[in-house]
């Protein structure tokens, strides 16, 4: 909006909000566009973890210009023409939207009725992760990730080579899932 500058950010106008940027890598997996998704990961990484914008709080919005948090402008009637806002801190969206590019993206989750399938994408700055005790239905997986790219060329539960990247909705019990990707 014309009204709003690089001094005075507008609130809905050009401010960073990460929920949104967690849509938008989203979305760019889908598309298979790899050089957007790092871009937003990383982006949000150093937004929340920086010390000088974050400093280890996911914020709810940021300036668009400094990183640094901005809850921006936005107009609140006739008495307050320019109210600025302020950025909310430890707020729930914006560290969910950041999970989501973890698990969807890194991990490459995908849950279903049946199933948790498998289809990891690693940054070539990342080259392993690894995930420990997460709780699926009746089952405790630790998923580490080794390589870079999107395409598995191994992928094992307890030591034993598949065929299917998933895992049964039904499984129990503690499970080992081991990913090479290239």
Aim: hydrophobic content about 35%; charged content about 20%; some cysteine.
């Amino acid at each position: 909006f014309p009204r709003y500058s690089k001094e005075m950010p507008g609130r809905h106008n050009n401010i960073i909000w990460p929920m949104v940027n967690g849509f938008f890598a989203k979305a760019a997996l889908v598309a298979k566009n790899y050089k957007t998704y790092n871009h937003e990961l990383f982006s949000l990484t150093h937004l929340a973890l920086d010390e000088d914008k974050g400093n280890y709080n996911f914020r709810e919005i940021f300036n668009p210009y400094s990183g640094k948090p901005d809850g921006g402008y936005q107009a609140w009637g006739e008495e307050r023409p320019n109210y600025h806002w302020e950025s909310c801190k430890f707020q729930t969206w914006s560290a969910t939207a950041y999970i989501s590019m973890v698990i969807n993206g890194l991990f490459g989750m995908k849950f279903n009725d049946k199933s948790l399938s498998f289809a990891p994408f690693l940054p070539e700055e990342i080259g392993s992760i690894e995930l420990k005790d997460l709780s699926y239905r009746d089952s405790k997986l630790n998923i580490s990730i080794k390589g870079k790219g999107n395409t598995i060329e191994s992928f094992m539960i307890d030591g034993k080579k598949q065929t299917h990247y998933s895992i049964s909705s039904t499984m129990q019990g503690k499970h080992s899932i081991s990913i090479i990707i290239k």
